[in-house]
């Protein structure tokens, strides 16, 4: 195993610590490593998983968050939501460069802070908790009594872990507030709970309320007598063996998109996330079907998908087919089979005998639809009537209002 120094920009534009473990072979996959509360990088628990996830030929990148270890920033003026910032950004670094991260790992709230995090890091495929809470707020009682000083004076000096932190009211303000529970349910990825059931630090009752609130595929394992912070090195050894065994099934298939499972409701409108895999790969999601979106090289992208405007054919062409096969049912016309072809180019509006518009560039889209079975004439004509009647032809053809706002983080 080899291990290299590393650092990048976090969410709020600190410089982050990290450190980069990985298997003197090729790698399998990357995995991204969130510490515990008030821990790091280096704690024997996340040094320990690291290098067992190594062996196994999983590199992982593990780093101190912002405030804490060698990392820059004030510890007091973070929570739970810029922890899950900087894993976003952290994985961001990762898939510039050329390292995209298929395994999130997160330790105690670490592992919370990984199911935040997972559907804003697209190219992951396996989340897996050790240790976690339920709830976010569950770290609150760390604070104990300190919780009322800092809520009336907006500061408080905390002992955590044996060290002193300045702790402000924005650390309140980021940790509560949080539903875990949907979060969970509408992760759409396998999850994998790891928790000691004498765990005194997280009950192991957070791992059942964990596991009952994700939908499949999900799994359990019992990490048996360890203590919370894994400090057994057997512990730590066997929690990444499990890890590593159970994440493989997910890792062939880590460059297509996962549909969402039959066991979740499907997926309002469409969703488009880039990847960040590629230069210009895009991710498309639309009720439980996902599918890949590009741009041939010759214009900056990987050819891994459709085109923009492959997509925008497909949905003519489809819907045209389907317009045809309703009606040729409805009327008892022999229709044996419709095949649409479509292209789309930029012509200049004087060539463009139909066209409203005689200056500039129009866009025109070639249809042509060839019909098979016993059909006359007057059949023909009819069906070729009825394809600009389709629904994506019409909206084509009339008046289109989009309107753009930004959305929050995590909104559907």
Request: proline share 5%; aromatic share 4%.
């Amino acid at each position: 195993m080899r291990t290299q120094r590393l650092d990048f920009p976090g969410a709020h534009g600190h410089t982050l610590a990290a450190r980069l473990d990985e298997p003197d072979e090729p790698p399998k996959a990357y995995a991204l490593f969130a510490h515990c509360f008030t821990c790091g990088k280096d704690i024997k628990a996340a040094s320990r998983i690291a290098a067992a996830l190594a062996e196994q030929g999983i590199a992982t990148l593990r780093f101190d968050f912002t405030g804490l270890g060698g990392s820059e920033g004030d510890f007091g003026n973070t929570g739970f939501r810029s922890n899950v910032a900087d894993l976003i950004a952290a994985a961001a670094f990762m898939r510039d460069t050329g390292r995209p991260v298929r395994i999130l790992v997160g330790h105690s709230l670490g592992g919370a802070a990984v199911i935040a995090a997972a559907n804003q890091i697209p190219e992951s495929r396996a989340v897996c908790a050790v240790a976690a809470p339920f709830q976010v707020d569950h770290v609150l009682a760390h604070l104990g009594d300190k919780r009322a000083e800092i809520e009336a004076n907006g500061e408080a000096e905390v002992s955590l872990g044996g060290r002193s932190f300045r702790v402000g009211q924005a650390f309140l303000d980021e940790t509560l507030g949080h539903d875990q529970g949907q979060r969970i349910a509408e992760l759409r990825r396998p999850l994998l709970v790891l928790h000691a059931p004498l765990d005194q630090i997280v009950p192991v009752d957070n791992a059942r309320r964990i596991f009952e609130a994700a939908k499949h595929p999900k799994s359990y394992i019992s990490l048996d007598d360890a203590d919370h912070l894994l400090t057994k090195p057997g512990d730590a050894r066997y929690a990444a063996t499990v890890i590593a065994a159970w994440a493989a099934r997910y890792l062939d298939e880590a460059d297509e998109p996962e549909a969402v499972p039959a066991s979740q409701p499907p997926l309002q409108g469409v969703e488009v996330t880039e990847t960040r895999s590629g230069h210009l790969q895009q991710c498309v999601r639309a009720g439980r079907h996902a599918w890949l979106a590009d741009e041939p090289e010759t214009s900056g992208g990987g050819d891994t998908g459709p085109t923009p405007y492959d997509l925008l054919l497909a949905a003519l062409g489809a819907c045209t087919g389907m317009t045809l096969r309703m009606y040729a049912e409805h009327k008892g016309v022999p229709l044996d089979r419709a095949s649409v072809h479509l292209s789309h180019e930029k012509v200049h509006a004087e060539d463009c005998a139909s066209c409203e518009h005689q200056s500039g560039k129009v866009d025109r889209i070639e249809r042509t639809i060839q019909l098979e079975g016993d059909l006359t004439a007057e059949q023909r004509q009819r069906l070729l009537q009825i394809a600009d009647r389709c629904p994506v032809h019409q909206t084509l053809h009339g008046p289109i209002e989009v309107h753009t706002r930004e959305g929050q983080a995590g909104e559907s």
